[in-house]
């Protein structure tokens, strides 16, 4: 069963209904007044949109199962201070967490293949992300304006890293110092990916 918008804009509180097995596109957009919301076993998918502006959000656990999180999903979720992305997720949509401000540390999972463009955009206090073997790209603006990520180590498997002038994925993460990238030097075209502070240091 996918679940549409069928509860008020002004709820503070939501539980999705067991038998729900994928939360559809826009169907929190803009509930400014939720903060908090229990997602059931069973749910697979998060769509597009689905909790994008929901400013007063603050607590949400993403149960083992799910294995797609939709493009601008949590989109400018400005007071949500953590998220527990599970195992079983292999897919992140672009801008899926742009503007989370309160984020401090993302561990992305070992199922999941690429960092889609403006995945973590302008997460302003990020100061930790893991990425995982098998990764092997990291798009457009992915983290652009990380503006308190200090350093960052980058698999093997990465083998592209946006480097376009407007696209940089590491754009305007003005204290990010120092890249770790377990390849063998200048491998990845493009370094330092827009992060002029940063020293590039090839383990490879």
Do not use: H
């Not at 656990?61 to 201070?81: H, M, Q, R, Y």
């Not at 696209?167 to 890249?179: G, R």
């Amino acid at each position: 069963m996918i679940l549409e918008s069928i509860i008020s804009r002004k709820a503070s509180s939501i539980t999705i209904p067991d038998g729900v097995t994928s939360i559809g596109d826009y169907t929190f957009c803009d509930y400014r007044s939720l903060k908090s919301i229990t997602i059931p076993d069973g749910v697979t998918s998060i769509g597009d949109y689905t909790f994008y502006d929901c400013r007063s959000l603050t607590s949400i656990t993403i149960p083992d199962g799910v294995t797609s999180i939709g493009k601008n999903a949590f989109e400018v979720c400005i007071l949500l201070k953590s998220i527990n992305i599970p195992s079983s997720v292999t897919s992140i949509g672009d801008y899926a967490f742009k503007g989370c401000t309160r984020f401090t540390s993302i561990t992305i999972p070992d199922g999941v293949t690429s960092i889609n463009k403006n995945t973590f955009e302008n997460c302003t206090r990020l100061t930790s992300i893991t990425i995982p073997d098998g990764v092997t790209s990291i798009g457009d603006s992915a983290f652009k304006g990380c503006t308190s990520l200090t350093s960052i180590t980058i698999p093997s498997s990465v083998t592209s890293i946006s480097s376009g002038y407007f696209s940089y994925a590491f754009k305007d993460c003005t204290s990010l110092t120092s890249i770790i990238i377990n390849k063998p030097e200048g491998s990845i075209s493009g370094s330092p990916w827009g992060a002029t502070n940063a020293t590039v240091q090839w383990t490879g």
